[in-house]
Nanobody, 124 residues
């Protein structure tokens, strides 16, 4: 069983930055593909970014490419999402997830474990 806990959310002005962190209980090391998803108010959950087990391959949604960076520290069992140049449309609950599979997926159906989420609000 893997438990995930996000931190780092908050309120920021448009153009600002936030860094989200996801800490995993237990030793996930390089055992899981990790992803970040978000759910804007009144909308469906959507893919944001994912990183493979070693950290050498990353995927991003087109809407965040060039602004967000996902990274992981397998020794510390953490996955971070650095968010720069934030826009009001980035406002959402951000959740990290772990996938025991071997191929990175943008589909939330592929992920096995989920955190509770952290609120990010970007004011205009």
């Amino acid at each position: 069983q893997v438990q995930l806990l996000e931190s780092g959310g908050g309120l920021v002005q448009a153009g600002g930055s936030l860094r989200l962190s996801c800490a995993a209980s237990g030793r996930i090391g390089s055992s899981y593909i990790m992803g970040w998803f978000r759910q804007p108010p009144g909308k469906e959950r959507e893919f944001v970014a994912a990183i493979n087990r070693s950290g050498g391959i990353t995927y991003y949604a087109d809407s965040v490419k060039g602004r967000f960076t996902i990274s992981r520290d397998n020794a510390k069992n953490t996955v971070d999402l650095q968010m720069n140049s934030l826009k009001p449309e980035d406002t959402a609950v951000y959740t990290c997830a772990a996938d025991a599979g071997v191929v990175i997926s943008r589909s939330s159906l592929r992920y096995d474990y989920w955190g509770q989420g952290t609120q990010v609000t970007v004011s205009s």
